[in-house]
């Protein structure tokens, strides 16, 4: 691609010392490192890169704006170009663009740069969840940008040439920049490594688009846990084909050794993910497409399937109990086609009176017909505490597989509250497996103890090949919580919504969960940075309530912003929203104080101006405290009518 006058390719004679530069050098200020005579690192809420020439300053990524202050202390009198290395807002939000300023971002990702406002806009990256091209973290507003480079894209300027070379992983269309400068070679490689070994986060890697040899089947992002895995390995083999001195991640140290770095990284994650692989359930729904992860040695022996009991029936996703005098009580409605089937059974005298719903979880191939079913045969709704509060407003929480239909509870089910139904006792649980906000129904009667899991488990193992589900790691949490339900339980039974027939785990095979999951822990702990690594697993430690509102101009609107805090010890976070500037809403910033393995929250209200332009507006939220530095972290819209 032809970059204007800039485009070069390097010459064969250019020779890079890598014994010369003295690193690091000292500078004033502690947050800005001096690494050569024209290069520098600004450690702000992320590395940014500036080389020094002439009183202009290029920048590889900008953060959230601190920079421009800094850049005093250099004689820099302008920003002349600045370079992104891939789309998220923790990389540009700082930007304040002008006429003066040049963009150059990565080709594969214009889009996510130029035209944010449709992505917002689109229904489709709102509801219904399945795939997550791109990564949700997008800008609030478009910046325009003057090159879109591509791999091997060559520029110089001032004394630096800098090749862009794709390096997808973090984000579909990232780049990295290979910088010769000072007779040094620097790699500046976005998010795709954090520090020595380590990453920021795998939620970003959900991925799917691989395909099972000779089944033709192609998983969905959705089931795609770590599925960049081996497409950001690549991506830094790449990077070190290139023979950086040092490589510069976008957050994290400076990475003096990038070889040995690289190689750590890979190991953990293959370590990571062969422990999450022999135990789940995708090999059951899937078979061959974990590859050369599906171990014997390594994984959890199917377990065989039990008979089917003559009182149940299954219809999609939807079971149906029903009893001796043919009343029914049925469990999730997906599909509409539930409802004209259940008004067969009615016709044909097999049951009679619908006498209730239960919804295992949120999930809108379990929810998206519950409205219709609630009408046609007006029967009370019940769901754990947990599962309610997601159904009832699903406007205000972003999830995946998150449906638009509003579900009324009439049952509200706390953890353990039983209930007698015809000749059976039923016993709610919150089951936080699959997805924290997932219930269980227990159900003892006519010489059997089954046990409705809706989606957490299969005679493979673990639902947990979405990390949006928010399925925590630890003792007594996430999956580890359900397995101690189960061994106290004792059931006859396990029903999955999705599968024919139910079955039981034995004690060993219960052990040998709890084992996994134990192992896995530290495993993960040591792919992380953080002093807990479900900050690395869990998108949504920290989230905005509600998510989305509608509210008219002139009118107050509220906004919390809740916090989990996953840390052995109790934390202290600082958490603002950035409203728009023209708005003129002045908001002071709140802490918050969060015991260990707590949730915290803070409240903000502010007033929607009279003379804005209706519309959606995306709102962001930036997290501080003594460790995080979060910018834009997470965001609210806010539909003005």
Same mark, same amino acid.
């Given at each position: 691609?032809?970059?204007?006058?800039?485009?070069?390719?390097?010459?064969?004679?250019?020779?890079?010392?890598? !014994?010369?530069?003295?690193?690091?050098?000292?500078?004033?200020? /502690?947050?800005?490192?001096?690494?050569?005579?024209?290069?520098?690192?600004?450690?702000?809420?992320?590395?940014?890169?500036?080389?020094?020439?002439?009183?202009?300053?290029?920048?590889?990524?900008?953060?959230?704006?601190?920079?421009?202050?800094?850049?005093?202390?250099?004689?820099?009198?302008?920003?002349?170009?600045?370079?992104?290395? +891939?789309?998220? %807002?923790?990389?540009?939000?700082?930007?304040?663009?002008? *006429?003066?300023?040049?963009?150059?971002?990565?080709? *594969?990702?214009?889009?996510?740069?130029?035209?944010?406002?449709?992505?917002?806009?689109?229904?489709?990256?709102?509801?219904?969840?399945?795939?997550?091209?791109?990564? %949700?973290?997008?800008?609030?507003? /478009?910046?325009?940008?003057?090159?879109?480079?591509?791999?091997?894209?060559?520029?110089?300027?001032?004394?630096?040439?800098?090749?862009?070379?794709?390096?997808?992983?973090?984000?579909?269309?990232?780049?990295?920049?290979?910088?010769?400068?000072? %007779?040094?070679?620097?790699?500046?490689?976005?998010?795709?490594?954090? @520090?020595?070994?380590?990453?920021? @986060?795998?939620?970003?890697?959900?991925?799917?688009?691989?395909?099972?040899?000779?089944?033709?089947?192609?998983?969905?992002?959705? +089931?795609?846990?770590?599925? /960049?895995?081996?497409?950001?390995?690549?991506?830094?083999?790449?990077?070190?084909?290139?023979?950086?001195?040092?490589?510069?991640?976008?957050?994290?140290?400076?990475?003096?050794?990038?070889?040995?770095?690289?190689?750590?990284?890979?190991?953990?994650?293959?370590?990571?993910?062969?422990?999450?692989?022999?135990?789940?359930?995708?090999?059951?729904?899937?078979?061959?497409?974990?590859?050369?992860?599906?171990?014997?040695?390594?994984?959890?022996?199917?377990?065989?399937?039990?008979?089917?009991?003559?009182?149940?029936?299954?219809?999609? !996703?939807?079971?149906?109990?029903?009893?001796?005098?043919?009343?029914?009580?049925?469990?999730?409605?997906?599909?509409?086609?539930?409802?004209?089937?259940?008004?067969?059974?009615?016709?044909?005298?097999?049951?009679?009176?619908?006498?209730?719903?239960?919804?295992?979880?949120?999930?809108?191939?379990?929810?998206?017909?519950?409205?219709?079913?609630?009408? !046609?045969?007006?029967?009370?709704?019940?769901?754990?505490?947990?599962?309610?509060?997601?159904? *009832?407003? #699903?406007?205000?929480?972003?999830?995946?597989?998150?449906?638009?239909?509003?579900?009324?509870?009439?049952?509200?089910?706390?953890?353990?509250?039983?209930? %007698?139904?015809?000749?059976?006792?039923?016993?709610?649980?919150?089951?936080?497996?699959?997805?924290?906000?997932?219930?269980?129904?227990?159900?003892?009667?006519?010489?059997?103890?089954?046990?409705?899991?809706?989606?957490?488990?299969?005679?493979?193992?673990?639902?947990?090949?979405?990390?949006?589900?928010?399925?925590?790691?630890?003792?007594?949490?996430?999956?580890?919580?359900?397995?101690?339900?189960?061994?106290?339980?004792?059931?006859?039974?396990?029903?999955?919504?999705?599968?024919?027939?139910?079955?039981?785990? @034995?004690?060993?095979?219960?052990?040998?969960?709890? !084992?996994?999951?134990?192992?896995?822990?530290?495993?993960?702990?040591?792919?992380?940075?953080?002093?807990?690594?479900?900050?690395?697993?869990?998108?949504?430690?920290?989230?905005?309530? #509600?998510?989305?509102?509608?509210?008219?101009?002139?009118?107050?609107?509220?906004?919390?912003? @809740?916090?989990?805090?996953?840390?052995?010890?109790?934390?202290?976070?600082?958490?603002?929203?950035?409203?728009?500037?023209?708005?003129?809403?002045?908001?002071?910033?709140?802490?918050?104080?969060?015991?260990?393995?707590?949730?915290?929250? /803070?409240?903000?209200?502010?007033?929607?101006?009279?003379?804005?332009?209706?519309?959606?507006?995306?709102?962001?939220?930036?997290?501080?405290?003594?460790?995080?530095?979060?910018?834009?972290?997470?965001?609210?819209?806010?539909?003005?009518?």
């Amino acid at each position: 691609m032809l970059l204007d006058l800039w485009r070069i390719s390097i010459l064969a004679g250019l020779i890079i010392s890598h !014994t010369s530069a003295v690193y690091p050098l000292p500078v004033q200020n /502690s947050k800005l490192e001096k690494l050569s005579t024209h290069m520098y690192i600004y450690h702000s809420n992320i590395n940014v890169g500036i080389i020094v020439s002439e009183g202009k300053a290029l920048l590889i990524d900008f953060g959230n704006g601190e920079i421009e202050s800094i850049l005093k202390e250099l004689d820099v009198k302008k920003i002349d170009l600045v370079l992104f290395t +891939h789309h998220h %807002r923790d990389q540009a939000c700082g930007l304040k663009q002008n *006429a003066d300023i040049q963009v150059g971002i990565p080709a *594969a990702e214009a889009s996510w740069f130029e035209n944010v406002e449709d992505y917002w806009k689109d229904p489709k990256y709102r509801w219904h969840l399945y795939n997550f091209h791109p990564h %949700r973290l997008m800008l609030t507003e /478009s910046i325009r940008a003057k090159f879109h480079f591509r791999d091997g894209d060559t520029i110089k300027w001032g004394p630096a040439i800098i090749t862009a070379i794709e390096t997808p992983g973090h984000t579909d269309g990232s780049l990295s920049y290979i910088v010769d400068v000072d %007779r040094q070679r620097y790699a500046f490689s976005g998010d795709l490594i954090y @520090d020595k070994g380590q990453i920021v @986060d795998i939620y970003s890697m959900q991925r799917g688009g691989d395909t099972v040899k000779d089944q033709g089947f192609v998983i969905t992002d959705y +089931h795609g846990f770590m599925g /960049s895995r081996k497409q950001l390995v690549s991506s830094l083999t790449k990077i070190l084909e290139e023979s950086p001195y040092i490589l510069i991640p976008s957050h994290g140290k400076i990475i003096d050794s990038p070889g040995k770095a690289i190689s750590t990284l890979r190991r953990r994650l293959d370590k990571c993910y062969e422990s999450y692989a022999g135990f789940s359930s995708v090999r059951g729904y899937t078979p061959g497409i974990l590859g050369e992860f599906e171990d014997p040695k390594n994984k959890l022996p199917y377990r065989g399937e039990k008979s089917l009991l003559p009182f149940i029936r299954k219809i999609g !996703t939807t079971r149906i109990i029903v009893s001796q005098n043919k009343d029914a009580f049925v469990l999730d409605c997906g599909l509409p086609g539930v409802i004209d089937s259940i008004k067969n059974l009615q016709s044909e005298g097999i049951i009679n009176n619908i006498s209730g719903l239960w919804v295992t979880h949120y999930h809108d191939d379990h929810v998206d017909a519950v409205p219709e079913f609630v009408k !046609t045969f007006k029967c009370p709704v019940y769901a754990d505490v947990n599962v309610a509060k997601v159904i *009832a407003n #699903p406007e205000a929480y972003y999830l995946p597989c998150i449906s638009p239909a509003v579900v009324g509870v009439t049952n509200i089910t706390q953890n353990g509250d039983s209930w %007698r139904w015809n000749e059976f006792m039923m016993t709610a649980y919150h089951f936080p497996g699959q997805t924290l906000y997932h219930g269980a129904l227990f159900v003892e009667g006519q010489g059997f103890k089954i046990l409705f899991i809706g989606d957490s488990f299969t005679p493979y193992g673990l639902d947990n090949y979405c990390t949006g589900n928010r399925n925590f790691l630890g003792k007594d949490l996430g999956f580890d919580y359900c397995i101690s339900l189960i061994q106290k339980l004792k059931p006859t039974h396990l029903y999955n919504q999705h599968m024919e027939y139910p079955w039981i785990f @034995d004690e060993g095979q219960l052990g040998m969960i709890k !084992t996994n999951l134990s192992s896995r822990l530290k495993l993960f702990a040591k792919l992380f940075p953080y002093d807990s690594p479900n900050y690395g697993t869990d998108e949504h430690w920290v989230r905005c309530y #509600p998510y989305q509102q509608k509210a008219k101009r002139g009118s107050t609107v509220n906004i919390r912003i @809740d916090v989990t805090n996953h840390s052995s010890k109790p934390k202290t976070l600082v958490c603002y929203p950035e409203i728009p500037q023209a708005w003129n809403v002045n908001i002071a910033t709140e802490s918050i104080h969060i015991p260990s393995q707590m949730d915290g929250s /803070s409240s903000f209200t502010f007033k929607i101006p009279e003379e804005i332009v209706p519309g959606l507006y995306v709102i962001p939220v930036s997290i501080d405290s003594d460790y995080w530095h979060l910018a834009q972290f997470k965001e609210f819209l806010i539909e003005v009518l």
